[in-house]
């Protein structure tokens, strides 16, 4: 399955944006979908996850209350909408998907699909 992140770009310090993630199968339905980013010079880290059953975690203390994860099931697409953006917040953000069914969490050997940049200007 290939995974196709889209959404990102150039925005100033308190913006926003929208990132969405679809499945060339178009079988998010059934797996957690994660979204991950990495910044230039630092490791990749989750941001949130949504498991199959709607169960949500978000992962960076920094983004709770300006990033939300959702799920459009009739799309098979997963959202991160992503509000209040701040400079820190740049990075090259991945999303996820899990290898088996019925899991609510995202690990590194599960599907990953290409990134799409986000900055945040200052």
């Known amino acids: 399955v290939q995974l196709q992140a889209s959404g990102g770009g150039l925005v100033q310090a308190g913006g926003s944006l929208r990132l969405s993630c679809v499945a060339s199968?178009?079988?998010?339905?059934?797996?957690?979908v994660g979204w991950a980013r990495q910044a230039p010079g630092k490791e990749r880290e989750f941001v949130a996850t949504?498991?199959?059953?709607?169960?949500?975690?978000y992962d960076v203390d920094s983004v709770k209350g300006r990033f939300t994860i959702s799920r459009n099931n009739a799309k098979s697409t997963v959202y991160l909408e992503m509000n209040s953006l701040k400079p820190e917040d740049t990075a090259v953000y991945y999303c996820?998907?899990?290898?088996?069914?019925?899991?609510?969490?995202?690990?590194?050997?599960?599907?990953w699909g290409q990134g799409t940049q986000v900055t945040v200007s200052s």
């Open positions: 199968d178009g079988t998010l339905f059934y797996y957690a």
């Open positions: 949504i498991g199959w059953s709607g169960d949500i975690t």
């Open positions: 996820a998907r899990s290898r088996l069914k019925y899991r609510n969490y995202v690990s590194s050997t599960d599907y």
